[in-house]
């Protein structure tokens, strides 16, 4: 199954969540077992030759795919949440959202310093949720050594915020 194969699986969901938004619906890719399994092996494929202790996902659809990639990589995973729903000490950064501003948060014990991280998301659209996460990480003196999104909205141009990172993505719109 190539690439070309999930998009073609991904539905197109037009004025949602508002008007003049495409939504590109990943859940009928997810339901197809072949797929979901094709969609983590290429993910995790650049990434299997290279020590990772932590893969990052954020909340809430990257945790699909970090949490199997984390188990295939052999390394630790770590959930980067939303404003008030980690239980423990957390390190927090808030980040613009084009209507308004979001928070995300880690614990702070969650990396060590020097550990190598992959943070993982099922999108990269403007790179504000990415790159509130790397913040976080750095805040914690973690080494980002990668990024891997399923899909990448390139006329959003989320990459242009990640120079210097290595950015990876599987489908492209």
């Known amino acids: 199954m190539s690439a070309d194969d999930l998009r073609a699986l991904i539905r197109e969901v037009p004025d ?7 939504f590109y619906d990943i859940t009928t890719l ?6 979901f399994r094709e969609a983590i092996d290429l993910l995790v494929a650049p990434y299997v030759d290279r020590r990772i202790d932590v893969v990052v996902g954020m909340e809430s659809r990257g945790f699909i795919f970090s949490a199997p990639m984390a188990y ?8 980067v949440r939303k404003l008030g729903k980690l239980p423990a000490e957390t390190v927090s950064i808030e980040y613009a959202l084009e209507y308004g501003s979001n928070t995300l948060e880690i614990h702070k014990d969650a990396i060590r310093k020097g550990q190598r991280v992959l943070v993982v998301d099922d999108l990269l659209a403007t790179g504000g949720t990415v790159s509130g996460t790397i913040e976080l990480v750095r805040r914690l003196e973690g ?5 891997a999104f399923l899909v ?4 959003l141009h989320g990459r242009e915020r990640l120079k210097g990172y290595d950015v990876r993505s599987v489908i492209q719109y």
């Open 16 to 22: 949602f969540p508002k008007p003049g938004i495409l």
């Open 30 to 35: 997810l339901k197809v077992p072949s797929a």
């Open 72 to 79: 295939r990589l052999g390394a630790g995973f770590v959930p």
């Open 143 to 147: 080494e980002v050594v990668g990024l």
């Open 152 to 155: 990448e909205l390139l006329f």
